[in-house]
């Protein structure tokens, strides 16, 4: 199952890729990023397990309450830094557009989605091969896979068409928010129910692809500022 879920995630990642930055996808460097947020990913997982949750950990932050937001904030934050560190190097490096910063960003984001979703829709396949799910709900489950990738693109793709602007440290901070909130959602489908949760998801995934979308042809840049 795991071997399926890799072209029905890349499917799904290059459709979200193709919906908002559509005239990047042949550059060499637009895939290079989708890979290095695949890595990405990967990075920000492992030290969430092996230094994060430690910390907090030693901290003293319960699990419960209050503290749940606090962790959810710490990894939000791991994540979108780590997805848009590779984005940052290549635009600080090179002189790119603010509508490469966007497109850059975005394919950083779609990567580490791209990993989120394979192993989201690895599990539901799972669950359908122990036949503990229906075809038709094992089908709805996979294509729901569809707004984490869409939420990990938006979040990315707005943190880079902050940068050049002067906002990055906004950018990020509202990124930040956003996973938190989407994050907690997802956590909290053991109260709201499957259906309700899975919902709820998806709405706030697609308002912000949508919204992130509206920022694509504005490529006009106010006097730079100082980052932040």
């Known amino acids: 199952m795991q071997l399926l879920a890799v072209p029905i995630a890349a499917a799904l990642t290059f459709l979200a890729l193709l919906l908002l930055v559509r005239q990047y996808v042949r550059q060499p460097t637009f895939w290079i990023l989708v890979a290095l947020g695949y890595i ?28 749940i937001v606090v962790n959810m904030l710490g990894r939000a934050f791991l994540a979108e830094a780590f997805k848009f560190a590779p984005v940052l190097v290549i635009g600080l490096m090179t002189e790119i557009s603010p509508r490469d910063w966007f497109a850059y960003g975005a394919a950083a984001g779609a990567g580490f989605g791209f990993f989120v979703s394979r192993q989201l ?22 294509l729901l896979k569809f707004f984490p990738i869409l939420a ?9 068409w902050a940068m050049p602007r002067g906002w990055l440290v906004r950018g990020l901070l509202l990124a930040t928010a956003a996973q938190t909130v989407l994050g907690l959602v997802e956590r909290g489908q053991a ?8 919902l709820l998801f998806a709405l706030i995934a697609l308002f912000l692809f949508l919204y992130v979308w509206t920022l694509r042809d504005r490529a006009a840049v106010p006097s730079r500022q100082p980052a932040g």
């Open 121 to 142: 829709i690895a599990f539901s396949l799972e669950v359908y091969r122990l036949a503990l799910s229906t075809p038709a709900l094992t089908l709805l489950s996979v």
């Open 40 to 67: 990405a990913a990967y990075i920000a997982q492992w030290t969430g397990r092996t230094v994060w949750d430690p910390l907090t950990f030693d901290l003293g932050i319960p699990q419960a309450g209050a503290g």
């Open 191 to 198: 109260t709201l129910g499957m259906a309700l949760g899975s």
């Open 152 to 160: 990990q693109t938006a979040t990315t793709a707005f943190v880079a």
